[in-house]
């Protein structure tokens, strides 16, 4: 058997710290199956700028070509805050996504009971809370043509879709509610802007190939309210890239923090980039309070969707649940009277469960991507 290889790029900020407690996790999970992983490093985003000179070199690409999936910390922070847009860190995770076509982000988010009470929203709103944003990932006004000219008086960017690039990505959303609730929101500004009707008008075409699912459309400022007025009325979100952006920060409050979200970023083969929803949190790197969960949980994705390993993908999920319903949490999930742990401690302590915990044997779930409707 060839031991699958996966890239880590632990990248700025608390990246380094929180992969390394999900590169624990994947070697404590390769210590209790019959899982082999060649696992190798490599820099990105400001950590790469400082060591090789831009934000994803050449060599690092190389490298990412040769793997099975990718496993990325954060990248950013305040001290490349000024280079142009292209020379940022950020710049290397959005060459990287686009490099490999990876249009379809997944963005569980699900409310861990005794986490209910951590978020600022009353508790009974939080009942019951199970939804996926499925995010474009390689188009809109992300990669739109631009135009930034140093102090120059105007600056702008453009949001374009194309029904191709639409349409994959609704089939991958279709696709994931048919194994949840059967519901697909679809998020536009359709009363505004040209490209979103276009996205609402593809939507529909798609949906008529899944009858069994349920579509409506949400314009993205009521989404915003409704997403914290009713959160678990919703079960698969569909998003253009720069609306799923911003309403799964938003959303990540139901979960009690930002950095217990994991992602899943694919593209039509099994390769998929897995990084935590995001921050670098430079304020708080280096100090041991980062929570590395996100960063966990997405190794978990990684090994369901790259490596088609479900039961391994279960069973760090069921030991994220266990310690926090077992009371463990790191500072940013803790309540006023509650006692934090730092990362390792919580590491730790997802890696004893582990070791304890027997899983049974499922079928795994089909792919999401590369598929017929
Ligand atoms: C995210 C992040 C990235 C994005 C940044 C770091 C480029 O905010 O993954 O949500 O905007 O996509
Ligand atoms: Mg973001």
């Avoid at 699958?4 to 590169?23: H, K, N």
């Avoid at 990684?302 to 926090?324: G, M, T, W």
């Amino acid at each position: 058997m060839t031991r699958p290889r996966i890239v880590l790029l632990p990248g700025d900020g608390i990246g380094p710290e929180v992969t390394d407690s999900a590169r624990q996790v994947l070697e404590a999970v390769t210590r209790v199956s019959d899982l082999e992983l060649d696992l190798v490093e490599a820099a990105i985003g400001g950590h790469a700028i400082d060591t090789m000179g831009e934000p994803l070199p050449a060599a690092v690409l190389a490298l990412c070509e040769t793997s099975d999936a990718m496993l990325l910390g954060a990248v950013g922070g305040p001290q490349w805050s000024a280079l142009p847009a292209t020379d940022r860190p950020e710049a290397g995770l959005l060459r990287l996504r686009k490099h490999f076509e990876l249009f379809a982000n997944l963005r569980p988010v699900t409310v861990q009971p005794e986490l209910a009470t951590a978020a600022p929203l009353k508790p009974e709103l939080l009942r019951n809370v199970d939804l996926l944003f499925v995010r474009e990932l390689t188009g809109g006004l992300y990669f739109g043509p631009r135009r930034e000219q140093g102090d120059g008086e105007d600056a702008f960017d453009t949001m374009v879709y194309s029904v191709a690039e639409v349409e994959r990505v609704a089939h991958v959303a279709f696709r994931a509610a048919r194994r949840r609730s059967r519901k697909v929101t679809s998020v536009d500004k359709a009363n505004v802007l040209a490209s979103m009707r276009l996205w609402r008008r593809t939507v529909e075409r798609v949906a008529a190939q899944y009858p069994d699912v349920t579509l409506d459309h949400l314009l993205v400022d009521n989404c915003a309210m409704q997403l914290i007025r009713q959160p678990a009325a919703f079960d698969v979100l569909l998003t253009p890239n720069l609306f799923g952006d911003v309403l799964s920060d938003e959303a990540s409050v139901l979960a009690g923090s930002l950095g217990s979200l994991p992602s899943a970023s694919l593209g039509d083969g099994p390769r998929g980039l897995y990084e935590p929803v995001h921050g670098s949190a430079p304020d708080i790197a280096g100090s041991g309070l980062a929570n590395p969960l996100g960063a966990i949980s997405s190794a978990a994705l990684l090994l369901r969707y790259s490596l088609d390993r479900e039961v391994e993908a279960r069973a760090i999920e069921a030991a994220v649940a266990a310690v926090l319903a077992a009371g463990y949490r790191t500072a940013d999930l803790a309540a006023a009277d509650e006692v934090a742990v730092s990362t390792v401690e919580l590491t730790e302590q997802i890696i004893h469960h582990l070791a304890e915990i027997e899983s049974p044997a499922e079928a795994p779930e089909p792919s999401l991507v590369g598929e017929a409707g």
